[in-house]
């Protein structure tokens, strides 16, 4: 049962740096998670630093069918979220619409040599011709990386899973889905333990959905999540066992002159992300990106426009279903620059001390080493200048939702469909 279209299996569906920022991991939709290693710095070659390489590649997922709903479940990666290294292995955790796994990636450069039960080629040996003991070996070997599962959580979701978060106790994370945040143990597969429950006794007075949900980078007890009307609530695990109830809630009062058919599908929040520091919050709607105090909830600190261009386009992004794409954002390491994805292979990048902002653009042209990003314009209308692109040429097929930045250097990965780009501030 595996997916034909191998176009569509390709197309990036997350990505993720590691703690040191040494790793990146890539998952797509034909259930693949292809992880790259940053190259060490040698004496003769300073200037490639930088360069990632791919360093392994396996299949995560697998595409299923659930008979009791009848339904197909796809192998496409939703999530990826990294554990801190506490040995030589790297584990990470990877989600599609249903199960979570945790997956161990280790390096083997020795073999053992020398059995007494069987011969070099695996085969039993007869015991009556084994006249003396050996002491096995062990020989070096060409290095081989290996993926291997070693944990699989399953059936904690009636609904899809939007998100994955691991605790900064990391001994526990949560997954969310549609309605519901379910909290884990990393160790213990068969239970987790409901903290959140939206789901009406009846659904036809379901009014919202659950977006995405994280953990505070260092309060164990706290964490948010999202909805599709636009708000975020904090809430306090110590509070109590089942979080209905929300600490805090984040929401901005709706401007009535801003009316329109479309308000409530552009309001739904599609991303929520903790700053390093714990102090702010980050959210991406479809036309901005807000940034919060968690000290202040009534409105955002800061807002970004996005693409406010495509403010007199909503009807036609309706109609291609592009007005329901989710556009991830993320903080850089210092918690100074926010980057989130546009259309047409954009992305954007806010300063928050200069108030600067730029626009560029992931494309082949720009992809040539050491090539130089020119920031771009996007033109509404009046004469358009010759750098400038017409907000009406603007392809929409083309869009970075997932982006991600290193922890501590200004190294950025970018996903543009089936193609990965990886940017780094200028090096002499």
């Not at 890539?26 to 040698?42: H, L, N, W």
């Not at 070997?141 to 990391?170: K, P």
């Not at 909290?183 to 429950?197: A, G, H, Y």
Request: charged letters at 30%; hydrophobic letters at 35%; one cysteine or more.
């Amino acid at each position: 049962m595996k997916n034909q279209n191998s176009k569509y299996a390709d197309i990036i569906s997350t990505v993720e740096f590691n703690a040191t920022g040494e790793l990146l991991a890539t998952g797509d939709k034909g259930g693949r998670v292809v992880v790259f290693q940053r190259e060490q710095e040698s004496k003769n070659q300073p200037h490639r630093r930088g360069e990632y390489n791919v360093y392994s590649t396996f299949q995560s997922h697998e595409p299923e069918f659930d008979y009791l709903k009848s339904l197909e479940i796809e192998e496409k990666i939703n999530k990826i979220r990294w554990l801190p290294q506490q040995n030589a292995a790297y584990f990470l955790l990877s989600t599609n619409d249903k199960t979570v796994k945790l997956w161990k990636i280790s390096e083997r450069d020795k073999r053992p040599e020398g059995y007494n039960l069987k011969d070099e080629d695996g085969r039993i040996r007869d015991p009556t011709t084994i006249t003396a003991l050996r002491v096995p070996v062990l020989r070096p070997m060409d290095l081989m990386v290996e993926a291997t599962a070693r944990r699989i959580f399953a059936n904690g979701h009636t609904y899809h899973i939007n998100s994955i978060s691991v605790n900064s106790d990391y001994e526990t994370y949560m997954s969310t889905d549609d309605l519901r945040i379910n909290l884990w143990n990393l160790e213990i597969t068969n239970r987790s333990f409901n903290i959140v429950d939206i789901k009406p006794a009846n659904m036809e007075d379901l009014t919202e959905v659950i977006t995405a949900a994280e953990f505070h980078p260092s309060h164990c007890n706290t964490f948010v999540y999202s909805s599709s009307k636009g708000s975020v609530r904090l809430c306090d695990m110590r509070a109590s066992a089942l979080c209905d109830n929300h600490c805090k809630f984040f929401e901005e009062p709706e401007d009535p002159n801003n009316r329109s058919f479309f308000s409530e599908i552009i309001s739904s929040i599609s991303d929520v992300k903790f700053s390093h520091n714990g102090r702010y919050l980050m959210t991406r709607d479809y036309l901005t990106v807000k940034v919060w105090d968690l000290n202040m909830e009534n409105k955002p600190l800061e807002t970004y426009q996005v693409h406010d261009y495509l403010r007199s386009k909503l009807c036609s992004l309706y109609e291609n279903d592009c007005i329901f794409d989710k556009f991830e954002c993320v903080w850089n390491g210092s918690d100074s620059v926010i980057m989130t994805g546009s259309y047409n292979n954009f992305f954007r990048m806010f300063d928050r001390n200069t108030k600067r902002d730029v626009t560029l653009e992931a494309s082949r042209e720009n992809s040539k080493p050491r090539a130089i990003l020119k920031p771009r314009k996007v033109c509404v209308g009046g004469k358009r200048r010759k750098d400038e692109i017409s907000v009406d040429s603007l392809d929409f097929s083309k869009k970075i939702l997932h982006t991600a930045w290193h922890p501590s250097e200004n190294i950025i990965a970018v996903a543009a469909t089936n193609n990965l780009y990886i940017f780094q501030d200028k090096v002499n």
